[in-house]
């Protein structure tokens, strides 16, 4: 199993969620990750989409799929499932986290995150 780790932005509208990973912030590089939302009280549902590297194991592909997560309490954490398609033809599914890093969306911060998270 691959693990994949994205600084992503998250920016919220009302009740909607979008997220993109930032440019050379992600564990496995040239793989950019977006994900839509919607919040309903502590329950996120929604979608993922990845393009894989094109000189990576899965040679430029691309994934999506669904994903449903529990907001803790305090909001500074999600996690939950993502489920999709696989390589071998086959359906997936594992766990998905998202812990809050900031609220800056800066200039700074950007460039902060913009780096292989670890």
């Excluded at 990845?50 to 799929?65: I, L, N, P, W």
């Amino acid at each position: 199993m691959f693990r994949g780790l994205h600084h992503v932005v998250l920016l919220q509208r009302g009740e909607r969620l979008t997220g993109r990973s930032l440019d050379g912030a992600s564990s496995n590089p040239d793989s950019p990750l977006s994900v839509d939302l919607t919040i309903d009280r502590n329950v996120v549902t929604g979608t993922w989409r990845e393009q894989t590297a094109e000189d990576g194991y899965y040679a430029g592909a691309h994934y999506h799929g669904a994903l449903q997560l529990l907001v803790e309490p305090t909001g500074r954490r999600m996690v939950g499932k993502w489920i999709g398609f696989g390589k071998d033809f086959d359906v997936n599914t594992g766990p998905w986290e998202l812990v809050f890093q900031e609220a800056s969306t800066s200039q700074d911060a950007m460039t902060r995150y913009s780096r292989t998270p670890g």
